[in-house]
């Protein structure tokens, strides 16, 4: 077991905190139960902002920064209102929140990052949106970043189960996505029949299932993936579950009468997954019974993210409290277990003042062979004149679900100069760079 001494947690008042987001500036993004966005600073966690104005909904699960490095956070709101929404929320001034409506019943409970490149070889083009299941209507619902005009485009599920949660893949060509969902019985009105993992293939209109290693009655709940296998947490009994794409065979670790919760992969190539007991590591092959840390003052966790600097971030309920524990880093001279950013492409090395630079590095974060999707990498300029496209010289962005970042579109400036392109996992590693030279027009 861990060091539980290691672990703070840090009180948020009397709001019960669903789940947790890096955003810009490296502030931390917490949903909650109680009518309130808490916003804070991870080098000051004591100190809060609660924006708890008449435009937040009595409850806000699922949460993401805006990927395209926007001052925005995206998160669900599957509270007994309507409609029952998707929502959007600006990080700046007043926090204005933008709604896109659902059915008046639906309940969409977490949210994922799709990136498709729709460019060639060398010169991508990054299209992002916003994937959630809804259960009541049985539907994957799709909100293209930047939204067009609110619409929602659903992909029906025919299967006869409440869908929780949803992941995709993405095949080697960038643009052609699978799709995962875990459904489970309900005996509840609308009554569900099944538990499973469910995929939509590419060009396929039906979703296959896939029963749990435990049969019918083992129910999912959240679900991730890289390029490798699909995660999955589950009860009756407790486990975590990996599911190989390659020859879709099952390996499952048993977690007693720890109930898992959400899940997410970590900077050193691990899986880590947050349960009623404390925080779960295991392998990126889910090859051993894993380890535990518990957490300092009893509760569970549930939310779960990878902060900035590869520090692990959770919500407490029970304590109402936020949670951060620094990874230990691996045994000396296992530096094939250590993350790193690696550039993938360049698009300009030479420009001239003032011109505007579209898609100017593609960069790559890999642990232990393997890229890592959800890390946030801090994208940076050096530079005198030279700014990315809002006016700043830094920003956080995801990687994608095969790892990747595109650097925002950078403006020249009127300075003639070398400026620094630079991205990698905050201050606790050297960042992959490269120059950008400019030049008089």
């Known amino acids: 077991m861990a060091d539980v001494n290691s672990i703070q947690e840090f009180s948020i008042g009397n709001y019960v905190p669903h789940s947790v987001a890096v955003g810009n500036f490296r502030y ?53 209102q309507k409609p029952d929404p998707i929502m959007s929320m600006e990080t700046v001034g007043t926090f204005p929140v933008s709604v896109y409506p659902l059915e008046d019943d639906a309940k969409a409970e977490s949210i994922k990052l799709r990136t498709t490149d729709t460019g060639s070889s060398g010169t991508p083009v990054l299209e992002y949106s916003l994937l959630f299941a809804e259960p009541q209507y049985s539907y994957v619902g799709i909100i293209s970043i930047p939204a067009a005009g609110g619409q929602i485009d659903r992909m029906p599920v025919q299967a006869n189960t409440w869908l929780w949660d949803v992941a995709v893949t993405t095949t080697s060509d960038k643009k052609t996505h699978t799709y995962w969902i875990t459904g489970q019985k309900r005996t509840t009105t609308p009554v569900r029949t099944e538990n499973g993992l469910y995929r939509r293939s590419p060009g396929q209109q039906t979703w296959e299932r896939f029963q749990l290693p435990r049969g019918p009655e083992q129910k999912p709940f959240y679900v991730i993936a890289d390029t490798a296998a699909v995660w999955v947490t589950a009860t009756n009994p407790n486990q975590v579950l990996r599911f190989d794409l390659n020859n879709l065979s099952w390996r499952t670790a048993d977690l007693g009468t720890a109930v898992p919760q959400q899940l997410t992969f970590g900077t050193n190539g691990e899986v880590w997954v947050a349960s009623s007991q404390g925080l779960h590591e295991f392998d990126r092959n889910l090859s051993g019974t894993g380890s535990m840390v518990g ?33 230990p880093a691996p045994p000396f001279g296992a530096a094939s277990l250590v993350g790193r950013t690696q550039v993938v492409a360049q698009g300009e090395s030479v420009v001239h003042m003032k011109d505007h630079v579209e898609r100017p590095l593609v960069a790559e974060y890999v642990a232990n062979g393997r890229p890592v999707p959800g890390i946030p990498l801090t994208c940076r300029i050096t530079a005198e004149g030279a700014t990315f496209d809002d006016g700043t010289r830094e920003r956080v962005i995801l990687t994608d679900q095969r790892g990747r970042v595109v650097l925002p579109a950078v403006d020249a400036g009127n300075i003639e100069e070398e400026a620094i392109l630079s991205v990698g996992l905050g201050d606790s590693e050297p960042h992959a760079a490269t120059r950008l030279n400019i030049t008089p027009s």
Request: aromatic share 6%; glycine share 12%; proline share 10%.
């Open 28 to 80: 931390l993004w917490v949903t909650t139960d109680s009518k309130a966005i808490i916003r804070l600073n991870p080098n000051a966690p004591d100190s809060r902002t609660t924006v708890d104005h008449s435009g937040i909904p009595p409850l806000s699960a699922g949460v993401m920064k805006d990927p395209q490095g926007a001052q925005r956070i995206w998160f669900a709101a599957p509270a007994q």
């Open 295 to 327: 957490l300092p003052n009893g509760g569970g966790a549930k939310g779960i993210c990878v902060g900035t600097n590869g520090e692990l971030w959770y919500t407490n309920p029970t304590r109402k409290t936020v949670g951060r524990y620094p990874i």
